[in-house]
């Protein structure tokens, strides 16, 4: 079964940047759409970005210009390169993947996913 964990979480600094890596085990990742999703506390789960398996990408309006979301299938790694932070990006980041096939369902990113990792902690503050 597919096994994802994400690292990379920190403090920065308003306007640093980070960024976050989304490993898998138990299976490859050219096969499955991975979204990354934040939740802070008192607020409701948003979807940040998601790749396709052929690597079309959306992103919310919050993080456009901001955040850019890459898969690289050698390494079974999904990254979510973040800059220009603000306080309000700190939130737990979290990882999700959901399998594709065909090229029309693989260029849309998913609804639902299956699979998630434990989250790591990003913290934006002076």
């Known amino acids: 079964q597919l096994q994802l964990v994400e690292s990379g979480g920190g403090l920065v600094q308003p306007g640093g940047s980070l960024r976050l890596s989304c490993t898998a085990s138990?299976?490859?990742?050219?096969?499955?759409?991975i979204g990354w999703f934040r939740q802070a506390p008192g607020k409701e789960r948003e979807r940040v970005s998601c790749?396709?398996?052929?690597?079309?990408?959306n992103y919310a309006d919050s993080v456009k210009g901001r955040f850019t979301i890459s898969r690289d299938n050698a390494k079974n790694t999904v990254y979510l390169q973040m800059s220009s932070l603000k306080p309000e990006d700190t939130a737990v980041y979290f990882c999700?993947?959901?399998?594709?096939?065909?090229?029309?369902?693989?260029?849309?990113?998913?609804?639902?996913?299956?699979?998630w990792g434990q989250g790591t902690t990003v913290t934006v503050s002076s």
């Open positions: 790749i396709t398996r052929i690597g079309v990408t």
């Open positions: 138990g299976s490859t990742l050219n096969s499955y759409a």
């Open positions: 999700a993947a959901d399998p594709q096939s065909g090229l029309l369902e693989s260029s849309r990113c998913p609804t639902r996913y299956d699979h």
